[in-house]
T-cell receptor
Framework: AQSVTQLDSHVSVSEGTPVLLRCNYSSSYSPSLFWYVQHPNKGLQLLLKYTSAATLVKGINGFEAEFKKSETSFHLTKPSAHMSDAAEYFCVVSDSNYQLIWGAGTKLIIKP | ETGVTQTPRHLVMGMTNKKSLKCEQHLGHNAMYWYKQSAKKPLELMFVYSLEERVENNSVPSRFSPECPNSSHLFLHLHTLQPEDSALYLC???????????FGSGTRLTVV
């Protein structure tokens, strides 16, 4: 069975410092992986996706994620946090027809 | 605006009411989805339509009834809801599973 684990429910960083949001997955075969962001009172926005091409994926707003098959991880990073990055981030895996498996989400808090 | 439009943005309804949520996309996507997002719970997939045919129904109670009249429109008809049905209902569309979903801003539903 497929599953997604976001290892931290909350991450707090200071503005201008690096961001790391961790995600581990389990899948019976090669998955597609996504990160979505949800700002308060807004819908979900696709940040980036991995679909078996390059393992380092660049997304919007300076975020990137690296697919590591040996570690079954797809961690999201950004070199320098901005106040506007404060939001909830979801790691998602898809390896069946239309079913997406969602992580529980990580709330990113940015301290001034 | 993401290209997926949901109306209304907010809805308050009594348990005996009948109402409908509407979703519209003009992205040329061939699949549309209804999700339920409740506080402190992972995102729950409710229904999937691919090329106007329902392909997934995740054990959703019959008080929720989806309708997909064409590839651009998706409805969720609601009747005799319960207070625990109060949540954010998100519509999404995609062009196949590997391209990620585009989400609407959601309808915040409160059942009183």
């Amino acid at each position: 069975a497929q599953s997604v684990t976001q290892l931290d429910s909350h991450v707090s960083v200071s503005e201008g410092t690096p961001v790391l949001l961790r995600c581990n997955y389990s899948s019976s075969y090669s998955p597609s992986l996504f990160w979505y962001v949800q700002h308060p009172n807004k819908g979900l926005q696709l940040l980036l996706k991995y679909t078996s091409a390059a393992t380092l994926v660049k997304g919007i707003n300076g975020f990137e994620a690296e697919f590591k098959k040996s570690e079954t991880s797809f961690h999201l990073t950004k070199p320098s946090a901005h106040m506007s990055d404060a939001a909830e981030y979801f790691c998602v895996v898809s390896d069946s027809n239309y079913q997406l498996i969602w992580g529980a989400g990580t709330k990113l808090i940015i301290k001034p | 605006e993401t290209g997926v439009t949901q109306t209304p943005r907010h809805l308050v309804m009594g348990m005996t009411n009948k109402k409908s949520l509407k979703c519209e996309q003009h992205l040329g996507h061939n699949a549309m989805y209804w999700y339920k997002q409740s506080a402190k719970k992972p995102l729950e997939l409710m229904f999937v339509y691919s090329l106007e045919e329902r392909v997934e129904n995740n054990s959703v109670p019959s008080r929720f009834s989806p309708e997909c009249p064409n590839s651009s429109h998706l409805f969720l008809h609601l009747h005799t809801l319960q207070p625990e049905d109060s949540a954010l209902y998100l519509c999404a569309s995609s062009q196949g599973k590997n391209y990620g979903y585009t989400f609407g801003s959601g309808t915040r539903l409160t059942v009183v």
